[in-house]
């Protein structure tokens, strides 16, 4: 009796350790959600952590294939049409702030009511292009898209690599992420 007591007692004692274990290290295991998005922010490439103060860029849309179909249809129109859209000029500026001015100049005036009404679709068109590229760029490129690292936010671990968090502007998504 004494034998299976004894055994009893060893067993019982290495039951109390292992969980003791088990505990510990969960808690020792728990993750800091500071450091993780601290390191984080500091690992995501920013062009303003690399220097970048502004730029500006001259851009050239490449009329040539904007208008392949009417070059094949209509020749002589479209290379007149090329001539004119190529005279066109625009200059895009990124400023120190983040915010994107878009000029544009054309070496010719335009002819008639109707070209008039052309160039002005064709500015407008191409500001709101690249306003909303550089709209979409820059959260990515010139800050972080992770949150600062004492504001409010939330992380968690996903198992399952299918499952996808709520993105913050999604119905899903019980508060603001960000």
Known sequence: MKKSMRVQCALIAVFCCAANLAVASAYGAQRDDKEIV???????YNLRNRGLIAFSS?????????????LSADPANAENALNMLNGIHFLLTLGPDGAVKV???????PTNEKVAEGFKQIFGGMEQSMSGFFDTWSPFMLTSPFPEVDSDYR???????????????????PKKIW
């Open 155 to 173: 992380l968690e671990e996903i198992d399952n690599p299918t499952k996808r968090a709520p993105l913050p502007w999604s119905p899903r998504c």
């Open 103 to 109: 000029t544009h100049r054309a070496d010719i005036a």
């Open 58 to 70: 001259s851009v050239q849309p490449n009329w040539r294939l904007v208008l392949k179909n009417q």
């Open 38 to 44: 601290k390191q984080a922010r500091q690992e995501y």
